[in-house]
């Protein structure tokens, strides 16, 4: 390699007097990791190289040129002939190097009015938003297989919590479809977060602008940075735009609220499968055994991704740390944003990919939900709606009800299994009706508010998240 940027020592300017060292040479090398942005790096080149032609400051020829050498820099990266130079520090310097090397002086030409930090953090950018959009398809993906058992469990009826004590019988369905406006919340997230992120610091060179008259709005709209009326998305202050990694934050921001939701969801899977609830089997291929209990079959993927999400929250105080103590412009620091932002995508990607999977094959044991939910007085409030309905006032009800079920529990039944005779003992009101209001059904039923539980109500919404999802 002859390019001058070969040699770092050598290649700044003649201000340096010694080489790095190998120790520091991997210390500040970012290649290892940031070659993954290497489409985007070439696709940012191009938009730039265009924009300067059409600008009367690159020639035909050498326009030219930088498409053939870029077209030929991506052949030899996908198919794995391109060399990554630790030497050369970074994705943008081993491009640009290859390159020169490739078409000479017009290689060298690119870099005209642009530094690696507008560079980089349009990659950064470009990068970030293309994943987005695959992480959206993907949580559509798991709402529709969420959806999809909610649709098959509308009349299964298990045993609502609070403090993780019985509470209130609810759909199953029900249950499931809370875990949907959960992620449809996070989408609504990822689509503003993609806003903030698709705007383009290319043209603010390294931190003040730069003395070329470069069309920014025009390499904005070739790199598709246009809001929803095609209006160029281009960053307003160049001290801000080389420096703001404020989007990446707000991503692993939501990123880690989805898998706080996806981490709630596990706990609730494992409660379910063990022995103790068995309402609920998923899949063998999402579980293994144990190497000393024969027995055993652990929820090693929702475990794991309870475990993950904790990774993905450390990656949020990682980014959001790493701004904190930063003057302006660019600084060095910024160089570390790429692995946590990239380790959130693939462990967020990952594990969308393989909940959808492993929900829409999830076994429901409807009978022992429906046991659960007869134990524990789940209906108890329905009794002191019933009495209040007969005018009772209800902190009146709440009393007669907490004495009746004080005497069902020291007998060890439910309260329908006490006598009417003696149900009236409690409140002279109560009559032979009460049989049907203290029932599962009749409780699930009673509870048609918009949100409620009723499957009528749950059954609506099924068709309203089904419309939205397509
Ligand atoms: N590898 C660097 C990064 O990731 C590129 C920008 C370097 N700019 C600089 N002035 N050293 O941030």
Redesign the pocket.
């Known amino acids: 390699m002859t390019s001058q940027l070969h040699n770092k020592s050598a290649g700044w300017s003649a201000l340096f007097a010694e080489p790095m060292s190998d120790l520091v040479k991997r210390y500040t090398a970012?290649v290892n990791f940031?070659q993954r942005l290497w489409r985007v790096d070439i696709q940012g080149s191009l938009a730039h190289a265009e924009m300067l032609h059409a600008q009367g400051l690159l020639s035909a020829a050498d326009w030219a040129s930088i498409q053939r050498g870029m077209a030929q820099i991506t052949q030899d990266i996908e198919s794995g002939q391109f060399t990554w130079q630790l030497d050369l520090?970074?994705v943008?310097l081993n491009i640009e190097a290859r390159l020169t090397a490739l078409v000479g002086d017009a290689g060298k030409r690119l870099h005209t009015g642009r530094s690696?930090?507008d560079q980089?953090a349009t990659d950064v950018r470009l990068w970030l938003r293309n994943e987005i959009d695959t992480l959206r398809g993907l949580l559509a993906d798991l709402q529709r297989a969420l959806v999809q058992v909610a649709e098959q469990n509308v009349d299964v009826i298990l045993p609502g919590f609070t403090h993780l004590q019985v509470a209130q019988p609810v759909s199953f369905a029900h249950h499931l479809l809370a875990y949907v406006e959960m992620f449809a919340r996070d989408d609504e997230r990822l689509a503003d977060v993609r806003r903030r992120t698709n705007r383009l610091p290319l043209g603010s060179a390294a931190l003040a602008g730069t003395t070329y008259a470069l069309d920014r709005e025009r390499v904005a709209r070739t790199l598709g940075m246009v809001d929803e009326h095609g209006q160029a998305q281009v960053c307003q202050n160049s001290l801000d735009a080389v420096s703001d990694r404020d989007f990446a934050i707000e991503f692993a921001a939501a990123a880690s609220l989805v898998m706080v939701h996806i981490s709630r969801l596990s706990e609730e899977l494992i409660v379910w499968m063990s022995q103790n609830f068995g309402f609920i089997k998923i899949a063998d291929r999402f579980t293994t055994g144990s190497s000393i209990m024969p027995q055993k079959k652990n929820p090693d993927v929702p475990e794991l991704a309870r475990g993950k999400t904790g990774r993905v929250v450390g990656h949020l105080m990682g980014l959001i740390t790493l701004m904190k103590g930063q003057p302006l412009a660019?600084n060095?620091d910024?160089?570390e944003d790429?692995e946590p932002l990239f380790d959130t995508v693939d462990t967020l990607a990952d594990t969308l990919r393989i909940f959808a999977e492993m929900l829409a094959g999830i076994t429901v044991n409807a009978d022992a939900m429906r046991a659960a939910a007869q134990r524990g007085y789940a209906t108890a409030t329905d009794l002191a709606d019933y009495l209040v309905k007969k005018g009772l006032p209800f902190r009146d009800a709440h009393e007669t009800v907490a004495h009746a079920v004080k005497a069902a529990s020291v007998r060890g039944v439910d309260l329908t299994e006490l006598p009417l005779a003696e149900l009236q003992g409690f409140h002279a009101s109560i009559e032979a009706d009460v049989f049907e209001v203290l029932s599962l059904q009749g409780s699930l039923n009673a509870r048609q508010t918009l949100g409620g539980t009723a499957p009528v109500r749950v059954r609506e919404q099924i068709a309203r998240h089904k419309g939205r999802l397509g």
């Open positions: 970012s940031d520090e970074d943008h690696r930090n980089v660019y060095k910024n160089q790429k």
